[in-house]
């Protein structure tokens, strides 16, 4: 799965817990103890593998916002509006709405 640097280096960093990403096709073959390869973008000049150790759904990303501490998101300080405005720069409501949305708990393998 492709990932921005500012998303990446927290989970290198082992700040950043949790994935989120849309419950669609391809997530939902993700099961616990996968191992995911996460590629660094738009370089793709790095690769970090992780563990999958737990899965949450939630039908919208305010739902998810509401319940997992943005720490664990690697976004600690970030406001809720902050959160959603840059969801919605990578996601558009309607694939939310079509597809729900999933947090990825992860472990760096």
Same mark, same amino acid.
């Given at each position: 799965?492709? =990932?921005? /640097?500012?998303?990446?280096?927290?989970?290198? *960093?082992? @700040?950043? @817990?949790?994935?989120? !990403? =849309?419950?669609d096709e391809k997530r939902r073959e993700i099961k616990v103890g996968d191992t995911i390869k996460f590629? @660094?973008?738009?370089?793709?000049?790095?690769? %970090?593998? +992780?563990? +999958? #150790?737990?899965?949450? @759904?939630?039908? &919208?990303?305010?739902?998810?916002?509401?319940?997992?501490?943005? +720490?664990? %998101? $690697?976004? *600690? /300080?970030?406001?809720?509006?902050?959160?959603?405005? $840059? &969801?919605?720069?990578?996601? #558009?409501? *309607?694939? *939310? !709405?079509?597809?729900?949305? =999933?947090?990825?708990?992860? &472990? +760096?393998?």
């Open positions: 799965m492709g =990932l921005y /640097g500012d998303y990446f280096e927290p989970i290198k *960093e082992g @700040k950043k @817990k949790i994935e989120v !990403r =849309l419950n590629i @660094k973008v738009p370089e793709q000049n790095e690769v %970090l593998k +992780v563990e +999958v #150790s737990k899965l949450h @759904k939630y039908p &919208t990303f305010q739902a998810m916002y509401d319940e997992i501490p943005f +720490v664990d %998101l $690697g976004c *600690e /300080g970030w406001t809720i509006e902050e959160m959603m405005e $840059g &969801t919605y720069e990578i996601y #558009s409501k *309607e694939q *939310e !709405r079509k597809w729900g949305t =999933l947090a990825i708990e992860i &472990t +760096v393998a």
